[in-house]
């Protein structure tokens, strides 16, 4: 009983000091990895002593591995081959080439900086090739980069896992064999590579049926039955031929997310809350078991070592691997600067280190050390500063630029004229042909067809866009149709016109932003547009009258005569809505309604040849008589 209780209190501990860490770094807003690392650390023996992983004896191994089955599933979920098939050429070097590249530039580091024999260094080399999606995907949302470089890091992360674990297994099975012939290790590699992926493929689509046509069960026995599966697989995939599983669990996931099944957002929800479980456990556990004084010995070469890796040969590899591409210098030198590793690696190492040290094999220890020691110099560097780089490279999804708007009206026609004239891409959704003639007489892209379908958001090219509008005449189907965009695609800005306060749904306006103004009357001013009884005008704050400029505009707001369509900040233009705080210096957009018509009609059918005028019209620009009475009071007691 004794030796039963003390397992169960070092998994609660690990349970509780993992999901501690998670909220932690939420509300630090820091990748989780580093305080797992830290708090695994502290808590192990050399730390304050109250975990001690190596008494779950071989019940560890079989932790990690059932865990690591999850974590890559949840990945390989997130894989969207639309999505990885803009950068397919780039990513396929980086999960070969680039494989390549970091296995010999990492060998030779380790060997001639670090004193590693050959064989130990190569070792290693294998290990870090990966980069792990659960460190890769939490970074990429917290600091919100432009979808290209997401999408290629998101791939690399999620099948460079189990090319690197399959590649490092076959390194170490050559090692512990003697067998130094390259052939062999080809075929046995190519041989893991096609029995997992043979078994992904067959299971996921059987996950897929199971979905789509056992209607009897309940999402959450559906979500069990997956789970069940999926260890199956992989133990059918280890039974078969050791290590093929980690390739098989991420075909399974890639081959079930691409195959249209109805609940699988219900599913993503499900494995995305166990691979936070079994990442936070498996972080604390391996942790806990690390050795500073390990890592203190390895010496400052193996610290030159891990520089090298950061510094030269990531930099080399994504340099060749995009060398055709069409990314830009800053995109690339981002993804040179970004490559943390993750629990893929500090999973196998632990196992390593078991089964070197079992063989009687110097060196386990040391490559463990040494692994953890670049996880946690590229999560600490790379992790802490890549939202600051980012920023400094201005290629944050914040700088996306193009518009995808749902309803084809006056109004929307519009706004669409204003980012087109900028030279920003626009594509227009509808599914009502007779809106179409006008769109396409400003040479706008109108696509026939409903919104909600994820595929025509995505033949829009949603993930490459700054902005989501929805202002069809019907505010409820807005509302649906902006969470959709937002859960699928998560563009920087998503708008829609819908009849509510946008405080009465926190958990929405999280994502969904009320545009223009409140309880928006679309209808009414698209006949107005129709009809010409509307004035085009802008106004810039300035910080002499800015106060009292906003509550002039403001109270034409309330009063229903103005709709501020745009703001002009920093050169950029976007969308106002409801709650934008406006600044000095903002350039505001905006419709006047005027019961006189004027010519303002012709820009609702005109050609793109007709550039938009923009005045400033007197009803807003003039200053209001409460303020010529105050500054004639002032001027009087001044002179």
């Known amino acids: ?224 039955v997956v789970l069940a599966i999926l260890w199956g697989l992989f133990t059918l995939a280890q039974t078969i031929r050791s290590e093929s599983g980690v390739m098989t669990t991420v075909i399974a996931g890639a081959v079930f997310a691409n195959s249209s099944v109805p609940e699988e957002r219900l599913l993503r929800h499900f494995k995305g809350q166990l691979t936070i479980l079994s990442v936070s456990v498996l972080f604390i556990l391996l942790a806990a078991d690390l050795s500073i004084a390990s890592v203190f010995a390895l010496g400052w070469g193996s610290l030159f070592t891990v520089l090298v890796l950061m510094f030269v040969v990531r930099p080399i590899n994504i340099l060749l691997c995009t060398w055709n591409s069409d990314l830009n210098w800053r995109q690339k030198l981002f993804l040179s600067w970004v490559a943390p590793r993750g629990i893929v690696a500090a999973s196998v190492a632990s196992l390593f280190a078991i089964s070197l040290t079992q063989r009687g094999i110097n060196g386990g220890d040391a490559i463990k050390a040494l692994v953890f020691l670049t996880i946690i110099m590229t999560v600490v560097c790379q992790g802490l500063t890549a939202g600051q780089i980012a920023k400094w490279l201005q290629i944050t999804s914040k700088e996306a630029t193009g518009a995808v708007i749902v309803g084809c009206n006056p109004l929307s026609l519009l706004i669409a004229r204003f980012f087109q004239e900028r030279g920003e891409k626009v594509v227009m959704i509808d599914t009502d042909p007779d809106c179409f003639a006008q769109a396409e007489a400003q040479n706008l892209r109108v696509i026939a067809s409903s919104a909600l379908d994820t595929a025509v958001l995505e033949e829009a090219e949603l993930a490459s866009m700054g902005t989501f509008l929805a202002m069809t005449s019907n505010g409820e189907v807005n509302f649906v149709l902006a969470q959709r965009a937002a859960e699928e695609f998560n563009p920087p800005r998503v708008l829609a016109v819908f009849p509510r306060d946008p405080q009465a749904n926190t958990s929405a306006t999280s994502k969904v932003n009320q545009a223009f103004v409140s309880d928006l009357a679309i209808k009414t001013w698209n006949e107005y547009l129709n009809d010409g009884r509307v004035k085009l005008g802008t106004t810039t704050l300035n910080e002499l009258e800015f106060a009292t400029q906003q509550d002039h505009i403001q109270e034409k707001i309330r009063t229903g005569v103005l709709i501020p369509l745009l703001v002009e900040r920093e050169q950029r233009l976007q969308v106002m809505p409801v709650n934008q705080e406006w600044e000095v210096g903002d350039r505001i957009i905006y419709l006047l309604h005027d019961p006189r018509p004027n010519l303002l009609k012709r820009l609702s059918g005109g050609s793109q040849s007709t550039p938009l005028a923009l005045e400033k019209l007197p009803e807003v620009e003039e200053v209001p008589l409460a303020k010529l009475a105050q500054l004639s009071t002032s001027e009087a007691s001044g002179s």
């Open 1 to 224: 009983m004794e030796a039963s209780f003390e397992i169960t209190l070092e998994m609660v501990t690990a349970v509780v000091a993992g999901i501690s860490a998670q909220v932690l770094a939420a509300y630090l807003r820091v990748p989780s990895i580093v305080l797992l690392l830290l708090l695994g650390i502290l808590l192990g023996s050399d730390g304050i002593g109250l975990l001690h992983p190596h008494s779950l004896g071989t019940g560890l191994e079989v932790i990690v591995a059932l865990a690591t089955a999850i974590i890559l599933f949840e990945g390989g979920l997130n894989l969207d081959l639309r999505e990885l098939g803009r950068v397919s050429v780039s990513l396929q070097l980086l999960v070969t080439l680039g494989t390549l590249i970091t296995l010999l530039g990492g060998s030779m580091a380790a060997h001639w900086l670090g004193e590693f024999p050959w064989n130990i260094a190569f070792l290693y080399a294998s290990i870090i090739v990966v980069t792990g999606p659960t460190v890769i995907n939490p970074l990429l949302k917290q600091i919100n980069v432009d979808r290209q470089v997401a999408t290629l890091l998101e791939g690399e992360g999620v099948l460079i896992d189990p090319v690197g674990a399959i590649l490092a297994f076959v390194v170490l099975d050559t090692i512990l064999n003697g067998d130094a012939d390259p052939l062999n290790a080809i075929i046995g590699l190519l041989m893991r590579f096609a029995i997992g992926g043979a078994i992904g493929a067959a299971g996921g689509y059987l996950m897929s049926l199971i979905f789509k046509r056992a209607n009897f069960l309940s999402f959450e026995l559906k979500n069990l």
